[in-house]
């Protein structure tokens, strides 16, 4: 008899109201699991970032690139700049002579909107024509306008008086 | 508040935590401080275990209505 009255297994869901009973219980019941459910949508959603995050400490992330002439040094003045492009052709980069000793070269597409950033000598800096955004020449740094991270820097290699880019650092910021 | 909310207001906060986290660990990525980001998304992940333990811990109180 008491046999057919009883549900044969334990029935924790909410679209099974076969109890009237509980039809609060389980309503309520019911928005707990969802949220329990966005709660585990979240931490899978975070994993991707993590694994390409873990990626990049690891050091996997480091390219290697192929190093590339920029010009001769006696071709370059000091407080002169340089135009060319690293690591693809699609990369504008400009290079600058400080000082005698002294070359720095960055990717000049600006941080803020990706306009090229050009050197101006007279005022030391780095200048975005479209925001003015300005950037410190000697670290990269954006001093003032819009740009909030620095430029990346390219690595830089002087040969036999030629100075070659050999790669692009990685942001610290 | 009513005590028998206690477990869904818990649960809410963990959700709201949960957009926090995960907001900080894009935001982290791009600006490329990839040990904030696995911290982040490691608090993140733990939150899960956290939230399915607070509706467990819910279903034993209330006791599971079923089978009456
Ligand atoms: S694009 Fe350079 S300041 Fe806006």
Redesign the pocket.
């Known amino acids: 008899m008491d046999k057919n009255n009883k549900i044969p297994f334990q029935e924790d869901n909410y679209t099974h109201n076969i109890n009237r009973n509980g039809e609060r219980t389980l309503d309520r019941r019911g928005f707990m699991k969802t949220l329990v459910g966005a709660a585990g949508l979240f931490a899978i959603s975070t994993l991707p970032w993590g694994a390409v995050a873990a990626k990049e400490l690891m050091g996997l992330g480091e390219k290697d690139y192929a190093r590339q002439k920029i010009a001769e040094v006696s071709k370059v003045a000091v407080g002169d700049s340089v135009d060319f492009s690293f690591p693809s052709e699609h990369d504008s980069a400009i290079l600058i002579r400080l000082s005698e000793k002294k070359y720095v070269a960055y990717q000049n597409a ?6 090229p ?1 050009f050197w101006v000598k007279e005022e030391g800096e780095m200048i ?6 300005k950037f410190n020449a000697s670290t990269g740094e954006p001093t003032a ?3 909030r991270r620095p430029l990346p820097e390219i690595k830089l290699e002087i040969d036999n008086g030629v100075i070659y880019a050999i790669g692009v650092k990685r942001y610290e910021a | 508040m009513k005590r028998s909310h206690l477990h869904v207001a818990i649960l809410c906060v963990i959700l709201a935590v949960n957009v926090v986290l995960t907001q900080l660990v894009v935001h982290q990525y791009f600006f490329q401080n990839y040990a904030a980001v696995l911290i982040y998304g490691g608090f993140n992940l733990l939150l899960f275990p956290v939230a399915v333990f607070v509706y467990k811990h819910d279903r034993r109180q209330r006791g599971v209505n079923t089978h009456e």
């Open positions: 600006c941080t803020h909107l990706r306009c950033v975005c024509p479209c925001h003015h955004g306008g819009p740009p």
